[in-house]
């Protein structure tokens, strides 16, 4: 029997992964999409532009997390297999400036999905964008799924709050629901302001001369990257497991900012020269031009030094392993800045 999926934020970069993920596996996809004065869909053209795709499995409605009643309507009138919500004002230094909308859309947003679902029908289940930014100041290194939180900002207490939710639901319930804590995964289709993407594309403007500098906050800060067409794999296959469970996803490596920028700069071929420390340090290419810099404005008032996962439970549970490494990541993310160039 066909599948029916149906995604809460289908237009950021994991929904259009996922999309394209599950129909190809010949699911009907229906995704969320909010109102918006310009185009949003923009990271879907993709799927309109797929051969191989069929477009009369994939639709797309109107609705809003922090909107009970648009939840409910759609997962009445959609009757999913499977609901994943990946909706969320999902910016860490602007949970900061948005607190209280973050919190409606990250942690309530979650509740409500979870309330339409054992009103409506108790046998969907349910995957939900769990964060590493949960671990926050981390207990330990690396994070498991028994690491316990200690969430640094509104997005990351946001995101624990439906973390637990969803726990209390299954509990309670008795429905199939499950956390992915996922690390940091980029694509091509990451947001422009995440630190890979801006750098990234930074470097690629900076070798053609379209830009002059780019400029950072915390060089330090440690990440475990990993690739988004990986995680979505993750998210789809902890919904087929035997029973619902809550998985570390990641890589198990860790690089900071600074070591990121280096190795975006190899693959481009731009050789840079760091001097000064703190928030005076900089890089400079070969004619001694100044094109890194940073700056306070990107600095946050609590900051995740570092994370590193173990992804152990999943490669045994779920058979799950990342397929690209930090180089392959950066390789992809630079082919398609070069291309969107000469599109132009
Ligand atoms: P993203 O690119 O920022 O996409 C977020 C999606 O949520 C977009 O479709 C956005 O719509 C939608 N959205 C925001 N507020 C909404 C609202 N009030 N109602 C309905 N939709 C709303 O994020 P992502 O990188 O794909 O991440 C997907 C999920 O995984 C997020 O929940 C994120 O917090 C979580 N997560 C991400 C990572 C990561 O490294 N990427 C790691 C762990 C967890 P618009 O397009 O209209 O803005
Ligand atoms: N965005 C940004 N911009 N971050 C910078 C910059 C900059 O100019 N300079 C340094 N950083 C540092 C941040 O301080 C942070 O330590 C690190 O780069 C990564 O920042 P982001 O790329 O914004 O990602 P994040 O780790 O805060 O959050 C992402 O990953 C989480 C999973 O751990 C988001 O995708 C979250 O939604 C996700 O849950």
């Not at 915390?218 to 469970?245: F, I, S, T």
Request: with cysteine; proline share 3%.
């Amino acid at each position: 029997m066909k599948k029916t999926a149906l995604i809460f934020g289908i237009t950021g970069q994991d929904g259009a992964y996922l999309s394209k993920f599950l129909l190809q596996k010949n699911y009907e996809v229906h995704g969320v999409k909010r109102r918006s004065s310009s185009h949003n869909t923009y990271r879907l053209d993709d799927i309109y532009n797929d051969q191989l795709v069929k477009k009369s499995n994939f639709f797309l409605h109107y609705g809003d997390i922090t909107d009970s009643i648009s939840i409910f309507n759609l997962i009445k009138k959609t009757k999913p297999h499977e609901v994943y919500n990946l909706a969320a004002q999902s910016h860490v230094a602007v949970s900061f400036e948005i607190p209280e909308y973050t919190t409606n859309a990250d942690a309530l947003g979650t509740l409500r999905i979870l309330e339409a679902i054992i009103k409506i029908d108790k046998n969907i289940k349910f995957y939900q964008a769990g964060s590493s930014e949960m671990f926050g100041k981390v207990m330990e290194t690396p994070q498991t799924e028994k690491t316990p939180f200690y969430p640094r900002s509104p997005y990351g207490a946001a995101k624990l709050y439906s973390h637990w939710i969803t726990v209390n639901y299954r509990e309670a319930y008795n429905i199939f629901a499950c956390n992915g804590i996922l690390f940091n995964h980029e694509s091509p289709l990451r947001g422009d302001t995440f630190v890979t993407k801006k750098v990234v594309k930074a470097l690629c403007r900076i070798k053609f001369n379209k830009q002059k500098k780019l400029f950072v906050g915390n060089l330090y800060a440690k990440r475990d990257w990993g690739h988004a067409e990986d995680y979505v794999r993750a998210m789809w296959k902890m919904l087929q497991h035997n029973k619902p469970d809550d998985f570390v996803i990641c890589t198990g490596k860790q690089y900071t900012i600074k070591q990121f920028i280096n190795m975006v700069a190899k693959q481009l071929k731009i050789r840079i020269n760091w001097k000064g420390k703190g928030i005076k340090e900089k890089a400079f290419d070969e004619k001694n031009n100044c094109i890194v810099e940073c700056n306070n404005k990107y600095l946050r008032p609590t900051e995740v030094d570092t994370l590193k996962g173990d992804f152990s439970k999943a490669r045994k549970q779920l058979k799950w392993k990342p397929n690209h490494d930090i180089n392959s990541l950066i390789n992809d993310m630079i082919s398609y800045e070069l291309n969107t160039f000469n599109n132009d």
